[in-house]
């Protein structure tokens, strides 16, 4: 069975901290992706990054920044100098690409982060 | 170029009623996949179609069905419903190739069942 663990329920800094927000993900697929989303109060899902499970190099992108790791199946994302417009909710995702290439996203039950100015 | 649309934005309905929620991806995207988000959860897949066939389905019973219209657009059809099936419902859509793992969702429709 796959499943997604996001242990932090909600977190709370003040602004320029950084923050860390853990995505721990059980699957016995060999090739799977991973993906995080953010969900702002609006309610729309954005997507913020899709991982290949074949693929472990972190990555960053500005302020933000992703760690995979499958030795602990762990794909941690990391916020530096958080601002106010990080605050929301955001999700880990895992998937597992069937024949023709398609799939279904498996959501952990996400994170709320609160920036404080 | 216009994203993910859906509607309506909200929506009341009655225990019992049936209700029917659209969505229109993304330009140039041709699969569409539901999702049920309950207060405080993650989303749960329900469905996604492609070619106006459903080919995955999660674990939701009958009483949710959907189409999917020549020009690619969906709709969700929930008979029957409970106050259970109060939730955001999200729309996503994705394309072919390595995009088909990238799925871009619209605002939602926030049900309420009273």
Redesign the interface.
Known sequence: AQK?TQAQTEISVVEKEDVTLDCVYETRDTTY?LFW?KQPP??????LI?RNSFDEQNEISGRYSWNFQKSTSSFNFTITASQVVDSAVY?C?L?R??S???????????TRLAVHP | DAGVTQSPTHLIKTRGQQVTLRCSPKSGHDTVSWYQQALGQGPQFIFQYYEEEERQRGNFPDRFSGHQFPNYSSELNVNALLLGDSALYLCASSGGGTQIYEQYFGPGTRLTVT
């Open positions: 997604v992706y989303y609006s309610g729309e899902l954005v997507f899709r999700f995702a998937s690409p069937k023709g290439g398609y799939n279904k996203l498996i959501f952990g039950a996400g």
